[in-house]
């Protein structure tokens, strides 16, 4: 088994043994990329300059003795929404093309601490609005599973360089669903984390109240290990951030004995839309946990059906707020055709730098919180919001972890939905009310469709409730055997 | 509701996007749909919730420590699109 096959966890040992060096390690990780990137296309910026130097100095310290992190050497590629100090962050944008952010975020700090190769910046959905990863401004994602498909969105780049095997860990970033539903359709694991949990410091916002980082990789384990390195408290630079009861200790208490647990599956999730390929899918599994002693029963969780205008109005008028400070002025895109005037500085500089999508997340945004429509949607939304809130607690009041689809169908051919936004928005169904609800949840494979294309399910935990919602997915893992599937290119 | 064009155009004022050409008028065509499904919320009856204030959450303070991390220009000049004489360079905003 060449070593870009290998999980996270099967590196650090190796790496720990001085099996391998972290500079052949990253050397054979560029070596795929270069195999494989033309077809799938994950990156906007390769680093291998710097991550070789950041491969030497692990292997520096650990020659000289030095006891390391689990992540020390193993590389890690980056959505391209997280400032890297000194290194490209465009959200796959053209309004911030040139960027080159002054600070790191604070994951950043957090894996540099941990002694992680940062291989580059990856791919997704200009500022992470859309479901594709075919509203980059770069160049589209392909699914390393099928070139001529979409590898979905946001965050399709960071799942597609992990599937494709060009490195085995990576960060994104879920507001509606931007890191579990390109889990789903590229076969590996992603986690949205309970908000809160991750710092947001230095991810450029999108909807601040919704937006989480979290890990994809290609096991339950390797998800955990790069979660315990990313949570934590950051008082100094995000009020929203919390201590977590789990900070750095889920992978050691991973415990695949599901015994006893309560599994809700919400009907509303399984009805039509669904396609029958997924919703057999994701019941099978709901078979196996009953196998593996889980208590499997049906629930309800009947305000689906308002999650998406709740989620689109919430996000829209975050992002037009956040996305005001894009004016041409300080950073990023100028117009070239703004004469003498100021106004025509900001106006042509945004209407240039932004694309379609975020140019209509920005007139939704502003709509639903202008004068005369702020109570009927803004307002009503986060109400809204609320009771969505009440009706997985309450949901929580019975079962441990919630089963569901991902999204109604397998990965879809590239330009099959750019045509008609309203199509695009309604795969967001079964993910958007993790994020309006602020919950965790895990992603992982659970079969595949009838053209060997990976079909995913999702657990949802209470807050907090990593380490149950991992415990869960490592018992179906172990069961299933679905794990560091790699697509073959 | 049906939103008219003047409307649209309104709202991309308020947003500082240019409503005068390039892709403008699709985006006026697709905001009819996109309006049209969040209208949806419309339908649902919350009853006498009406307090939208997250209760679950708490003000957040730390200690306001002064810190110099960066220089102006090192913040500013790398990424400004016109840096003149240690400022952002601009079109003029006073007569």
Do not use: W
């Not at chain 1, 910046?121 to 599973?145: I, L, R, V, Y």
């Not at chain 1, 989480?212 to 315990?228: H, K, N, T, W, Y």
């Not at chain 1, 657990?459 to 697509?487: D, K, M, W, Y």
């Not at chain 2, 009819?32 to 949806?40: A, L, N, R, S």
């Amino acid at each position: 088994m060449a070593l870009y096959e290998k999980t996270a966890a099967e590196l650090s040992a190796m790496l720990a043994k001085k099996e391998v060096s972290a500079v052949e390690l990253a050397q054979d990780v560029f070596a795929r990329t270069k195999a494989v990137e033309d077809k799938v296309q994950g990156y906007v910026t390769l680093t291998e300059e710097s991550a070789l130097a950041q491969a030497a100095e692990i292997d520096k310290r650990r020659a000289a003795g030095e006891e390391l992190p689990a992540l020390a050497g193993i590389p890690v590629a980056i959505k391209d929404n997280i400032c890297t100090k000194g290194t490209l962050t465009t959200c796959a944008s053209k309004m911030l093309y040139n960027f080159k952010p002054p600070y790191n975020a604070t994951v950043m700090e957090k894996l540099a601490a941990q002694g992680v190769v940062v291989t580059g910046k990856a791919n997704m959905d200009e500022f992470a609005m859309g479901s594709s990863c075919e509203n980059s401004a770069a160049h589209p994602t392909h699914n390393p599973h099928d070139v001529n498909r979409v590898p979905g969105g946001s965050s399709g780049g960071s799942a597609a360089v992990v599937a494709a095997g060009e490195v085995p860990l990576s960060l994104g970033s879920d507001t509606g669903g931007s890191i579990r539903q390109p889990a789903a359709f590229c076969g590996v694991t992603g986690l949205k984390p309970t908000y809160g949990a991750v710092s947001r410091y230095g991810l450029i916002a999108f909807a601040s109240s919704l937006d989480q980082i979290g890990p994809f990789g290609r096991s339950i384990e390797d998800v955990a290990m790069l979660l315990d390195a990313i949570t934590g408290h950051d008082p100094m630079h995000d009020s929203t951030s919390v201590k977590t009861p789990f900070e750095g200790t889920v992978r050691a208490g991973l415990n695949a004995d599901i015994k006893g647990m309560k599994i809700g599956l919400p009907k509303e999730y399984f009805g039509a839309g669904i396609s029958d390929a997924v919703r057999e899918s994701v019941l099978a599994a709901a078979e196996t946990y009953k196998n593996l002693g889980a208590e499997v029963f049906e629930i309800s969780l009947p305000l689906v059906e308002y999650a998406l205008p709740v989620y689109y109005i919430l996000s829209s008028a975050e992002a037009s707020s956040n996305l005001a400070r894009f004016d041409g002025v300080k950073y990023g895109y100028r117009t070239p055709n703004a004469g003498d005037d100021v106004i025509a500085l900001y106006t042509k500089s945004r209407s240039e730098g932004f694309g379609a999508e975020v140019q209509r997340r920005i007139m939704l945004g502003t709509y639903v919180l202008s004068s005369g429509y702020y109570d009927a949607y803004y307002k009503k939304a986060r109400a809204a919001q609320r009771k969505i809130r009440e009706e997985f607690a309450n949901a929580f009041d019975k079962c441990d972890v919630i089963l569901t689809p991902v999204a109604p169908t397998t990965a879809y051919g590239i330009g099959a939905k750019t045509t008609n936004p309203l199509e695009m928005y309604a795969g967001d169904i079964c993910t958007v009310s993790v994020n309006i609800a602020g919950l965790p949840g895990l992603v992982q494979p659970c079969g595949f469709d009838g053209d060997k294309m990976p079909i995913g399910m999702q657990l949802i935990g209470p807050r907090f409730g990593e380490q149950t919602l991992l415990n869960a997915g490592l018992a179906f893992e172990q069961a299933s055997g679905l794990r560091n599937i790699i697509a073959a290119l | 509701m049906a939103i008219s064009r003047k409307e649209i155009e309104h709202i991309a004022s308020l947003a500082r996007l240019d409503s005068t050409g390039g892709i403008f008028d699709r985006l006026a065509e697709d905001m009819q749909g996109i309006v049209g499904m969040v209208d949806k919320l419309a339908e649902l009856d919350l009853g006498d919730i009406t307090d939208v204030i997250n209760t679950e959450r708490k003000n957040a303070f730390h200690e306001d420590v002064v810190v110099q991390e960066y220089t102006p220009d090192a913040l500013i000049e790398p990424n400004a699109p016109d840096f003149q004489a240690g400022g952002v360079a601009v079109p003029r905003v006073v007569e």
